[in-house]
């Protein structure tokens, strides 16, 4: 009959939008400057968020692609017993039932390994991590970086540990985390070899700048609601 066929026409057409829908969907989890995101992956995997950072799964489908696509930095606690990818820009960490933490940014990658042991993947090398043990590369090079006995990373606690860390790379982790524009004075110049390696801590803006500044000789004047002008001393 006809009005069969019209009906089996729509039936058919709908089940095609449900599964084009769901194929193309994608749960996405932003942390936008000056905050962080926690949330839970489908097998109960917990992520936390970094400022300025985001990630992307489909959690239709995670039983059999267990994956992750993360912009920025993220913590992970990985549910005992389960498995699943991190792709980033820079590289890919493999992990299973353990606790980590993941960093792309710019043209840096930086991998630690708090619990359990990961697989990292950059271009051709694999290294793999246990507790305490990190691996950074940046622009193509390995950088040597030292075991750590904390328990998670240190900008949960609103610190940052970095090692022979750019300072434009400090300063765009300012930004950040407190949702601010700095800016360098034309007078100013701040050479990529005068490598920064440290813990600045993260709770208050003006001790961070302090510290940063400091190290740099510099002096920092705020110039309206959330811009710092960065001038030499």
Known sequence: QPWLVRIAAVLIITLCLTFVFYTNNTTTQIAQAGEKTEFLLPDKSAVVLNSGSEAEFKSWNWNKKRSVDLTGEAYFRVAKGKTFDVNTPLGKVTVVGTQFNVKARDNRFDVTCFEGKVKVTYKSQEV???????????????????????????????????????????????????????????????SPENVFTGTLPMNELDTTLTFFTDKYHLKAKKAGKGSVILSAE
Not at 136 to 151: D, K, S, Y
Not at 155 to 177: A, D, G, L, Q, Y
């Open 128 to 190: 793999f991590l246990t507790p305490g043990e990190s691996v950074t590369f940046e622009n193509g090079e390995e950088i040597t970086i030292p075991e750590t006995q904390a328990a998670q990373p240190g900008w949960m606690n609103n610190e940052v540990t970095f090692v022979s860390e750019k300072p434009e790379n400090i300063i765009k982790e300012i930004e950040r985390h407190y949702a601010v524009k700095i800016e360098l004075d034309k007078n100013v110049s701040l």
